[in-house]
């Protein structure tokens, strides 16, 4: 059960640091650059702030341990959603394949994290 939660415990937080500080980190220090990412592939301004805010709560929702169960559900799926959709975006705007396989990568990793919290929760996939 150890390993289990270490495991889980370092999935999530690689992907707090990369799906919420980091960008709450450049919105409060650098806005100048918020807008970088999504407006390249085509997408308002707007969209890059939302974004965020629905990646901090996603992040906040897998990494706090009283949340309920369904709402921790929706938050993986919500993240998920987002790297899929960003591996597309990529594939078909700019084609460059490092800006493709790193959202993969999140996602790989965001999977270790919710089988580990499956496992956690003694519940099998």
Do not use: R
């Amino acid at each position: 059960m150890k390993k289990n939660k270490i495991i889980f415990w370092t999935a999530t937080t690689i992907i707090a640091l990369m799906e919420a500080v980091m960008p709450i980190t450049t919105w409060i220090f650098a806005p100048e650059f918020m807008t970088v990412g999504t407006k390249a592939l085509g997408y308002p301004d707007y969209f890059a702030y939302s974004l965020v805010i629905a990646k901090v709560l996603g992040v906040i929702a897998i990494a706090l341990p009283k949340m309920p169960p369904k709402l921790k559900e929706w938050a993986y799926a919500g993240l998920t959603f987002n790297l899929i959709f960003a591996f597309i975006s990529h594939s078909c705007v700019d084609k460059n394949i490092g800006y493709m396989i790193m959202p993969l990568v999140f996602l790989g990793i965001l999977s270790v994290s919710y089988i580990y919290y499956q496992k956690i929760q003694n519940k099998t996939i």
